[in-house]
C-alpha cells in the first residue's frame, strides 16, 4: 500500500476554478501543501479525463503526493493512478478493490452514520464523511453530517476518515477538533485568488491540531 | 476471442425505448434474431450502469449473445462483458485493449474515411461506420458517411465493420448491399411497437445479402 496523508485534500472541480486551468490550480495547491489530490470529473469525455488523469500525474509523481481518480475504475487503470474513490451510487466496493489491486488506495464516500458502520467491514483504505455542511457543489447527498456527526463518525470508523463538504478556514479546525485525520477542500482551494496562499493556511491550522 | 456475429447489432438507448425496461426491449430483440447488443449508457452512476450491464448479461449470455459495453472500459471489466466498444473521445484503443485482455471483443467508431484507415493499424475486433445517415440519437458527430462512404469505408477496412446511424427497414438491405457486414440499430427497434418484430423484419433483409 502506497503511504497517504488525509490531512489536506484537495478534490478538483473545473467548474469552481474561476477559468483556470486544472494543472495551475494543482500546481499552487502542491507549493501550498495539500497532501492528496482526487480529480473529480463528471461531465468529459472519457479521453478528456484520461488525459487530465496523465498531466496531474505528472505534476504529482514527483513530489510523492497520491493522485487519487473519483468514480472511475477505469480511468484509475489508465492512468495507473495511486488510488480510487467512489460513492455509494459507484461501482461496488468489491469490484473496485478486485481490479484495483491491493497496492493501490482506496476511498469510499458515506453519508450517514450507518454507512460508517457499514464501511467498517469494507476492504477500503480511508473513509471520506459527506458532507459535513451543505454545499452547492454536491446536490444528491444526504443530511450534512454537521461537527458531532463527525465526531461520532470518526470515533466508529475503523478506518481514516477525511471530512468534506463546504469545509474552509473558518472551520477546519473545529473539524481536525472533532478527530478528522484530514479536511478535503473544492472551493476553498479551487475558487481562491492564490490556491497555494489558501493550501498554506488550511494547512497551518490542520498542523496545529 | 469470442466468436461474433455483426449482422444485427442492437445499441440501447432507454430514452428511445417508450418507458419499457430496457431488459424486456432487449429480451423482445434476441427472440426478433438480434446477433450482438450493446449497452450504452450516458446519464446513469456508475453503479445503475454495472447492475443494467449484469441483468442483461443473464438475459444475452444463455443465448450466446454477446453483450458489449459503451464506453466504459470498468463496467465491461466489472460485468464480465463480451466486449467493449469505444468512441475516439474514448480511452484510447491500445489502453482499452491492455486491460480489457486478448479474448475480449473491443469495437471502434469511426467518423471519417481517416479514421477507417487509421483502425487498420490497431488492434480492434471490428469499427462501426458512424454516422451512415443523420441521426438525432448522437449529434457529435462528423458529416455522415452515406451509402458511398460505407461502401468505401468497407472497400478500405481489414476489419469487419458495422454500420449505424438512421438505419432502418427501408435501407437496410442497401446498406448490406454495400459490404456492410451488419447493420447497428438503435431506434428502428427500441421504439418500434414490436421490438421482436422488428428485429425479425431487420433479420430477414440482412439474410437475403
Do not use: W
Not at 472519457?46 to 481518480?69: A, H
Not at 450507518?114 to 458532507?131: C, H, M, T
Amino acid at each position: 500500500m502506497i503511504p497517504f496523508d488525509l490531512s489536506l485534500y484537495l478534490v478538483t472541480d473545473r467548474d469552481l476554478s474561476k477559468g483556470r486551468p486544472l494543472e495551475y490550480i494543482v500546481a499552487e495547491a502542491v507549493k501550498g501543501g495539500v497532501t492528496m489530490v482526487q480529480l473529480r470529473e463528471k461531465d468529459c469525455s472519457s479521453r478528456d479525463f484520461y488525459e487530465l488523469g496523465v498531466r496531474l500525474k505528472k505534476i504529482l509523481n514527483p513530489q510523492n503526493i497520491p493522485l487519487i481518480i473519483n468514480d472511475r475504475l477505469d480511468i484509475a487503470l489508465a492512468v495507473d493512478a495511486d488510488g480510487l474513490h467512489i460513492g455509494q451510487s459507484d461501482l461496488p466496493c468489491e469490484i473496485a478493490r478486485q481490479f484495483l489491486g491491493k497496492n493501490k488506495i482506496l476511498g469510499l464516500s458515506v453519508e450517514t452514520i450507518q454507512q460508517v458502520e457499514e464501511a467498517n467491514a469494507l476492504d477500503v483504505d480511508y473513509i471520506g464523511i459527506s458532507p459535513v455542511f451543505a454545499t452547492p457543489t454536491k446536490t444528491d447527498t444526504f443530511t450534512p453530517f454537521g461537527l458531532e456527526g463527525v465526531k461520532a463518525s470518526c470515533a466508529l470508523s475503523k478506518h481514516p476518515a477525511v471530512a468534506i463538504g463546504g469545509i474552509n478556514i473558518e472551520n477546519t479546525a473545529e473539524i481536525i477538533a472533532k478527530g478528522a485525520d484530514g479536511v478535503a477542500v473544492v472551493s476553498a482551494i479551487s475558487s481562491a485568488d492564490s490556491p497555494m496562499k489558501a493550501a498554506a493556511s488550511l494547512k497551518k491550522l490542520i498542523a496545529k491540531k
